[in-house]
Structures are given as C-alpha cells and as structure tokens.
C-alpha cells in the first residue's frame, strides 16, 4: 500500500506583542488594536492596512529605534507572514529584534518575542535547523523573566512541540503539549481559543502516531472552542474542519472527511483567497480522497491546483510542496503513468531531504513509494537500492 505523508497542520501560534485597550487610546494603539482585531476575524486586508498605519504614526509620533517601532514591525510582520510574503516579514522581525536587543539588550521578554516570531517564520518555511535554537533561546529568556506557569511560556512551549511534532519527534512533543494545555486551562480558562489550538496540536500528535481513538475527542473540543469564539468563517475554523477530516479519512469514513474538507476550503477561499497555500491544503486532501475513492480525473486536477498555488507561494523548497509533489506522483502511479510519475517522486524526496532531513518519516515514505514505482517496472536493482538506503538510515 502506497502512504501519503500527512499534510501541513495547524501553524505554530506565534506571539506578537499588542498593546492593552486603555481609557484613552492614541492614534498609534487605535491602528494597531484595529489591526490585532481584523487580524483574529481573519480580515487581513483591513488588517495589513492598519498595521502599516500603526508603523507610519509610530515613526512620526516617537522616532526610529523605538520599542514603539519594534511592535509596529512585529504585528505588520504577521500580516506578511499570513499571506506568504516570507521575505518582507523577515525583514521587518529582524528589524524588530535590532531595535529591542538595542533598546532592552540581550534577555529581555521583548526580544524573546521577536526571537519567538523569527523561529515561527523559518518553521512556517520548513527551516526547522534554524528555527529550533531561536525557539529555544526564547523560552529560556522567558522562564527567567517571567515564571515557568506563564500564559506567554506557555505559548512558546507549544511553538517548540509543533516544531518537533513536524519534525516526527513525537515523543519530545508530547510533554510540551502536556504542560501548555495545563498552564493555559488554569490561567485562561478551560474555553480560551488558546486550549482550543493546543488540544487541536495535541489531537494531531496522537493522529500522526496513529492513536485515532486518543485523537477525536481533542480534535472536536477544539473546534467546538474556536467555533465558540471565533465564529465560522475564521482560518482557524477552517484548520480544525480539516484536521478533524483527516482523521475520518484515516478511519475510511470518507463521507464525513469529504464534507469536513470542503467545509473547510470554503473558508479559506472566502477569508484568504483562492490561491492561499491554506486553500491548497483543503485542495490536495480533497484530492487524496477522489483518488481513494476511484474518481482519478478530479484527483488530478485538485492534485494540479494544490502544487500549483504551492510552487507559486512557497517556493522550491518546501515540504508542503514536496507532498504535493508525493502525491501527484502517487495518483500516476496508481495510472501506470510511470514516466510522469518519478521525476515527481525524486523532486519531493530531494526536497524533503533537504529540509527535513533524511531521516524524517516523510523522506522514508516517498523512497518507499519510489521504490514501489520501480518495483512495478521490473527496476528490481534500483527498487533494492533504496530500499538498503533506508536501513541504513
């Protein structure tokens, strides 16, 4: 049996520094409260708008290196990172690091904060090597500054399980789960959208393990939660219809799972646009259960649609892409289109491999699944090749 290596799951939660709704607000928090409340309604472009509001009165009204500047760049980096533009939020965390460690120095709360978000950018990127060391570089800032059961710790904690659940460090992951969702129930409530997105991260642990029983009842109190906040038509929404999906199909009750993943694409193309690599998650799934259920025209022409937002807003190097590419790869396969499907299946595995790794369970499915296409031609030796190649890993 062919494997499709899971698809991207919920964004770690980055933490942005946004100011507190005083009596008597100036401009300057007026636009970047503005922001911060377009930003969880999943308006982004109202909210990108009065981010760079927020940036040009702090620039006028307090002067450049200012902490003010560091978080006008912080939360107008977010908006950028949501929307894919990988490149300008760098540039503007960076920035923001520059100005706190200048204005605060070295190992001040503020500038694990930009370190948190810089990790959270590389992570989002696949360049889990550097994202780790900045993850971690903020939480140790943070438990010295504030206290170990800190709601904001707490955030940090789950950045860095995300990071490794990505990473197939399963059991690294599990206990920083474990402590997150006990320090946010007790300081935020058992019905903060914050519990909501950790159960949802916990539920997908136990899912990628293949603990299914362990994992539904996490998955459904999650979107319970952020239904309940958020209301429906949110990314966040849209993540946990889609995770909850996959969890269905990995039970082959594929009529729930399509309904959850077209739930969810509608979503993501109403909030985000059509060409969101969010969008492309909902499409590739959708894709992956036609071509279960034997409708191989539609699968492929979702299957096309996914890697073609994916290449367009990622880049070369990305693991969604390579699933992407895995699983175009998979459908020829199924076709005994041979020729259209290994080049797919070498592009996916070089790029797994470079970012995350050769080891990584990812990489160790598509060699598989290369190996079984070679298998099928009669390319026994080359089938053999990879396969000695992943015992010795």
Not at 84 to 108: C, M, T, V, W
Not at 290 to 301: F, I, K, P, V
Not at 311 to 335: C, F, I, M, R, W
């Amino acid at each position: 049996m062919r494997i499709h290596p899971a698809v991207v799951f919920l964004a770690a939660l980055l933490i942005f520094g946004v100011p507190s709704v005083q009596a008597k607000e100036n401009s300057w928090e007026q636009h970047l409260n503005r922001s911060e409340t377009f930003y969880q309604m999943g308006k982004y472009a109202e909210g990108i708008n009065e981010a760079k509001e927020a940036l040009a009165v702090a620039e006028k009204q307090f002067g450049q290196d200012r902490p003010e500047i560091a978080q006008s760049l912080s939360n107008l980096a977010r908006f950028h990172k949501i929307q894919s533009d990988y490149r300008e939020a760098e540039l503007l965390i960076k920035k923001s690091l520059e100005i706190r460690e200048k204005a605060f120095g070295p190992d001040h709360p503020e500038v694990a904060n930009s370190l948190n978000n810089l990790a959270g950018l590389y992570h989002s990127q696949g360049k889990y090597t550097e994202a780790e060391p900045l993850y971690q570089r903020a939480l140790q800032i943070w438990e010295g500054a504030l206290n170990f059961d800190h709601p904001t710790v707490a955030g940090c904690l789950n950045n860095l399980a995300e990071l490794y659940r990505a990473q197939g460090r399963y059991t690294d992951a599990e206990p920083l789960y474990r402590r997150t969702l006990s320090i946010w129930e007790k300081t935020m409530g058992s019905e903060h959208p914050y519990v909501g997105g950790v159960l949802n991260n916990l539920g997908e642990l136990y899912k990628a393990q293949g603990a299914y029983v362990a994992a539904e009842p996490l998955l459904e109190r999650s979107l319970k939660i952020w239904e309940k906040n958020l209301g429906h038509y949110h990314p966040d929404v849209a993540q946990s219809l889609n995770n909850l999906g996959e969890l269905y199909f990995a039970q082959k009750n594929y009529q729930k799972a399509e309904s959850l993943f077209k739930g969810s694409l509608a979503i993501r193309e109403k909030v985000l646009g059509k060409d969101h690599p969010d969008a492309a998650q909902s499409l590739n799934n959708l894709a992956v259960l036609y071509e279960t259920q034997g409708d191989l025209d539609e699968a492929e022409s979702l299957f096309k649609r996914a890697l073609a937002i994916r290449e367009k807003t990622l880049g070369p190097v990305h693991p969604d892409l390579a699933t992407s590419l895995n699983d175009l790869a998979n459908l020829y396969h199924s076709q005994s289109r041979y020729s259209d499907a290994e080049p797919l299946y070498k592009r996916a595995i070089e790029i797994m491999g470079k970012v995350l790794g050769p080891d990584h369970p990812h990489v160790e499915t598509t060699m598989e699944n290369l190996a079984a296409l070679y298998e099928t031609q009669g390319k026994y030796p080359e089938a053999q090749a990879l396969r000695t190649q992943l015992e010795r890993q």
